[in-house]
């Protein structure tokens, strides 16, 4: 998977926009588990946020987790090791600075296989990555904003199938906008 092209990519793995399933939360709670088996206590919290997250939302079918880890590079080095023995792909993300951890699921040279997680790893003091938790309490709380993301990851979703990237770039100054409102709003 690491050698094909953002093209290739997005042929094998398209953006697919479901309905709400009611068992997302369940999914969540039984792959937390699973993840506290793997890191102990090195997970210090373990957070569902993303569009599966959300109630009654139409959302790509992939389960978003966060999770706080120590900052501590040799416990980094070792929940890399820990989580890649037990099958996850592992992807140094270096889009939101500075640079974290995350691993994916339910992707196979094949394409999609069982259900699909993301899993974002980080300290307590990667902003970029614990905001998102604030747009997601937004969303739970304000139906009609939930609504209009939705709509947007829709039109996205038909304009890029194919191209993961440009769905995201798409989706960008909607959550930040909101982010910054939820921020005002919750802090």
């Known amino acids: 998977m690491d050698s094909l092209s953002s093209e290739e990519l997005g042929k094998l793995f398209p953006i697919i926009i479901a309905k709400p ?21 090195n997970a210090i919290r373990i957070e569902h946020f993303g569009s599966t997250a959300v109630p009654n939302l139409d959302a790509k079918p992939t389960i978003d987790i966060l999770i706080e880890i120590p900052n501590n590079q040799n416990i980094k080095d070792k929940i ?6 037990e099958g996850y792909h592992y992807i140094k993300r270096t889009d939101c600075l500075p640079a974290y951890i995350m691993f994916v699921k339910g992707y196979t040279n094949e394409g999609f296989k069982g259900q699909v997680y993301h899993i974002h790893i980080a300290e307590k003091e990667h902003n970029g990555l614990w905001d998102r938790l604030y747009f997601r309490d937004f969303l739970i709380n304000n139906k009609k904003t939930a609504k209009q993301y939705e709509q947007i990851k ?7 199938k194919n191209d993961r990237e440009a769905y995201t770039t798409g989706k960008t100054n909607f959550i930040k906008r909101i982010t910054e409102k939820a921020k005002e709003k919750y802090s």
């Open 80 to 85: 890399i090791e820990q989580m890649t023995t």
């Open 154 to 160: 829709r039109e996205l979703a038909e304009k890029y």
């Open 21 to 41: 399933n009611f068992k997302w939360g369940t999914i969540f709670e039984l792959e937390k588990k699973n993840l506290k088996r793997i890191l102990g206590q």
